[in-house]
């Protein structure tokens, strides 16, 4: 007797063409760094499509900061920025260009473009000495204000200098190099102009391109066998900017036990274990003993941080007797004291005339939004600035 044949079941996941099992787990563990460099690959295929091969990856011959065609153009359509004007002539119906400070703007693949000349692309000691000028005249300078601006123009250029090495599928010391200067200074951005008025500092956009600055420079360090000095103070920094995540945290777990182990990483660890156990008293403890730019890298996270803390000891002190000194806190939140009854009385917590604490879970309240700065709390960042400039900062000789 002939039977029938069960018809073979296919899964939701086999029916969309999904990949095998292996197949997704191998994608799945390489989401973070793919995720993080979205603009990376877009720029890549806007701008090399078909090209396979190392043989047919341009090489730059501009042996300056901008190309000269570019330098004409932007001069004749009346498009220079004023850091990049000749001396004298800012005020001219046209200004002219200084070819030593004009720096090459970024621009945005288009059809039909050709964004692979030799002639306007600048090869890779020229990129590291671009950076380096935007650094010391530009983003250091004590003559340029406002600083909101001078970021708006290095942070364009710096983008401009990724866009040429993406093209040239720059690699090796001099990748790293420009990679690390950027990453310090858009962590260092994210600090300065943090409360600064959406339409001249946006952090979301900044947090983007510090995310895919970052996984590149981490992919530099896995892929590369030659030893980078300053690869511990990154992966902590990268810690320390994405606290909480697991992704994060797993990509340092995944480490050497040589680096895993080195003081700044496990400085860094030890803060995120207190962020995600929700201890913020040992968390701004830690924070203690963290340097300016690993201060800057984690600022971002002490607002929530004080806020659970007072949450927690509006729960735990919550009594009609309980009396908490104002100063004992001040210590704990890492503010002084004026700043702390600021903090308490935004959070609806009660400081009375003898400046004690009282302590309530039901009058505990979340501000307003927009009613709480946060750069009013940053002394425990700015303390540690000190003497640094910026351009030690930037150039991480701090």
């Known amino acids: 007797m002939n039977r029938r044949r069960a018809p073979r079941r296919i899964s939701h996941s086999q029916r969309r063409g999904a990949p095998a099992g292996g197949e997704w787990r191998q994608r799945n563990q390489e989401q973070w760094r793919g995720q993080e460099k979205p603009q990376v690959r877009e720029v890549e295929e806007e701008v090399r499509p078909g090209q396979q091969g190392k043989e047919n990856v341009p090489k730059g011959i501009c042996w ?54 030799p002639t306007d692309l600048r090869p890779p000691d020229v990129l590291l000495k671009t950076v380096s000028y935007l650094i010391d ?35 090796g010391s001099d990748c790293v190099a420009i990679l690390e200067r950027t990453v310090r200074f858009l962590i260092y951005a994210s600090y300065r102009l943090c409360g600064e008025p959406l339409r001249l500092y946006d952090p979301r956009i900044n947090d983007t391109h510090l995310q895919e600055n970052l996984s590149w420079l981490l992919d530099c360090y896995a892929s590369e066998t030659r030893p980078h000095p300053n690869q511990e103070e990154f992966q ?28 700044a990483i496990t400085l860094a660890m030890s803060i995120n274990r207190a962020f995600l156990e929700r ?52 210590q704990l939140l890492a503010l002084d004291t004026s700043l702390t009854a600021q903090l308490c ?24 939004q927009g009613k709480l700065h946060c750069t009013l709390y940053h002394n425990i960042v700015a303390e540690k600035q000190r003497d640094l400039t910026i351009g030690s900062i930037i150039h991480g000789c701090a």
Request: glycine share 4%; net charge positive.
């Open 345 to 368: 009385q935004a959070y609806g917590v009660e400081v009375n005339q003898q400046n004690q604490v009282v302590f309530s879970k039901t009058a505990f309240t979340e501000p307003e």
């Open 236 to 263: 902590a920094l990268g810690l320390l900017y994405n606290l909480g995540s697991t992704r994060a945290m797993q990509h340092v777990m995944e480490l050497p036990e040589r680096l895993r182990s080195s003081p």
């Open 137 to 171: 005249d530009i983003a250091a300078s004590p003559r340029l204000h406002p600083w909101t601006e001078v970021y708006s123009f290095v942070f364009d250029r710096l983008r401009s200098v990724k866009q040429d090495m993406i093209i040239q599928r720059v690699s």
């Open 279 to 330: 201890n913020p008293v040992r968390l701004l403890r830690f924070a203690k003993r963290l340097n300016f730019l690993q201060s800057c890298a984690l600022h971002r996270h002490l607002v929530s941080c004080r806020r659970d803390l007072l949450l927690i000891y509006s729960h735990g002190y919550s009594s009609r007797n309980c009396r908490f000194p104002l100063d004992k806190l001040s």
């Open 64 to 117: 300056s900061m901008c190309p000269a065609r570019e330098q004409q153009a932007r001069e004749s359509q009346n498009r220079l920025h004023r850091f990049e004007m000749l001396a004298g002539t800012a005020r001219d119906r046209r200004p002219r260009v200084d070819p030593l400070r004009a720096v090459k703007e970024y621009s945005r693949p288009a059809a039909g473009k050709d964004a692979t000349n």
